[in-house]
């Protein structure tokens, strides 16, 4: 009866060691699933991330365009008035001289 109560034990102590084994690897399988999806997530946010960098890149070489060409109309038309004021005085001296 003690042998069989030692084989009994030792199937017992067997199978709790499979059970715990189960139990690791859904929980390292449970792990790894979780992160993939960590992966994943972030490889979603960085696209979005530099899709946003690209975005406000072009907005701000937007900007500057708009600036550049608002400053040369600004210099075109500060050297036309300048010119005009100078035709101006030209033809007053002209006509009272």
């Known amino acids: 009866m003690n ?3 030692k084989e009994t034990q030792k199937k017992s102590d067997i199978k709790q060691l499979i ?3 189960e139990v690791s690897l859904t929980e390292k399988n ?3 699933q979780q992160l993939r999806q960590e992966l994943i997530d972030f490889g979603r946010i960085k696209s979005k991330v530099e ?3 690209d975005n406000l890149k072009n907005d701000k070489q937007a900007a500057l365009d708009r600036a ?3 400053e040369d109309r600004y ?3 500060t050297e036309l008035k300048s010119r005009s004021e100078q035709q101006e005085k030209d033809l007053l001296n002209k006509l009272f001289d």
Request: proline share 0%; glycine share 0%; net charge negative.
């Open 30 to 32: 449970k792990t790894i």
């Open 19 to 21: 059970d715990d084994h």
């Open 68 to 70: 550049q060409r608002a």
């Open 75 to 77: 210099v075109k038309n």
């Open 3 to 5: 042998e069989e109560n």
């Open 51 to 53: 899709t946003e960098n």
